[in-house]
């Protein structure tokens, strides 16, 4: 559904005769399960690497953002094949079903959890002048997170920066996540295991 805010925004460009390119987003922030993580095989992100789905049915925007994030969004003590000990949930499960993941998880970093690294973004800047991009919402910025040398062809389109959660924003995870503590089933330092319901 539509926020008020984006439709008001649409009501105004179509009113004035204008694009609607530089109206905030609505949705921004709203949490997101990558449809990678309904595939029993994914073994997840790594935390050195940005992910961007652009036809996300979860996420208003159609984008749902992977920034700098390890494992798996629905289950944040991974896993060992095979192997459920330690693990409060069981083990990794396909989300929205009994179906165990089939590979190695690793877990996630407690400093990047998926409330700081995983959610709906749209695509606020790039080097297409032509091309139609969002207005970060407060709470918000509007950082480069995908070089143009990372991508080519029709993955072009996704080249340039997002709308960021304020104080999330990292430029070299090697050198900038000062906490590298793992989520940890044993003392459950993580919460549960993440969900979306639609």
Do not use: H
Request: proline share 7%; hydrophobic share 30%; glycine share 10%.
């Amino acid at each position: 559904m539509r926020s008020t805010s984006s439709k008001l925004c649409l009501w105004v460009a179509a009113l004035l005769g204008v694009a609607a390119s530089a109206c905030e987003a609505g949705g921004v922030g709203d949490p997101c399960i990558p449809e990678d993580e309904y595939n029993q095989n994914f073994p997840g992100y790594s935390v050195t690497e940005v992910n961007v789905e652009s036809s996300s049915f979860q996420c208003e925007t159609r984008v749902c953002l992977a920034a700098y994030f390890n494992g798996r969004v629905s289950c944040p003590y991974g896993q060992t094949a095979g192997v459920t000990s330690g693990n409060p949930a069981g083990g990794c499960k396909v989300p929205g079903t009994s179906d165990p993941v089939t590979v190695d998880v690793e877990p996630q970093i407690k400093a990047r959890q998926r409330d700081k690294a995983v959610y709906c973004s749209c695509r606020c800047d790039g080097p297409d002048p032509g091309a139609r991009y969002c207005e970060c919402p407060s709470g918000f910025a509007c950082k480069k997170l995908v070089p143009e040398s990372f991508v080519e062809g029709s993955s072009a389109q996704l080249s340039g920066s997002y709308c960021v959660k304020d104080g999330t924003f990292i430029e070299d995870p090697k050198i900038d996540i000062k906490d590298p503590t793992e989520c940890a089933g044993s003392i459950k330092n993580c919460g549960k295991d993440f969900q979306v319901d639609f």
